[in-house]
C-alpha cells in the first residue's frame, strides 16, 4: 500500500512539473528588470511608465496601452519582439530579455 501511494505521489509531482502553468512560471520574467531595459532603449518611441512626460512623435503606443490590449498575451509578445518591423529597430533581444520586457508589460495589466 504504501509503494502504491509514493509511486501515485511520484507521478503527481511529474505531471505538475510538466503542465503547462509549471513552465510558463518558469518562462516568466523580471518585470524590474524589462522595466529597466525598458528606460533603456524604448523610451525613445514610447512612453514606458506613468513617470515618462512625453515619447516622440512616432505615433507608438504607449506600454500600458499595449498592456491593456486584449490580444496583448505572454505569447504574442514574445513573436512580436523576436519579428522585424518597419518602424521598429531590430534590438536582437535575447529570449531572457523578451521574457523580462515581456514581464513588464503584462505587469501592467490591470
Not at 503547462?20 to 522595466?35: E, F, I
Not at 518611441?45 to 490580444?71: E, L, N, W, Y
Not at 512580436?80 to 531590430?90: E, G, K, V, W
Amino acid at each position: 500500500m504504501y509503494a502504491y501511494a509514493l509511486r501515485a505521489g511520484l507521478v503527481l509531482t511529474a505531471l505538475l512539473a510538466a503542465s503547462p502553468t509549471s513552465r510558463a512560471a518558469a518562462l516568466a520574467g523580471d518585470p524590474q528588470a524589462g522595466h529597466a531595459m525598458a528606460q533603456k532603449w524604448c523610451t525613445n518611441c514610447h512612453i514606458v511608465d506613468s513617470g515618462q512626460k512625453r515619447g516622440t512623435s512616432t505615433g507608438a503606443p504607449t506600454f500600458d496601452a499595449i498592456a491593456q490590449m486584449k490580444t496583448t498575451t505572454e505569447m504574442g509578445l514574445h513573436v512580436f519582439l523576436q519579428t522585424p518591423h518597419d518602424r521598429m529597430p531590430d534590438l536582437h533581444l535575447t529570449r531572457n530579455e523578451i521574457d523580462d520586457v515581456s514581464a513588464y508589460i503584462l505587469s501592467l495589466k490591470r
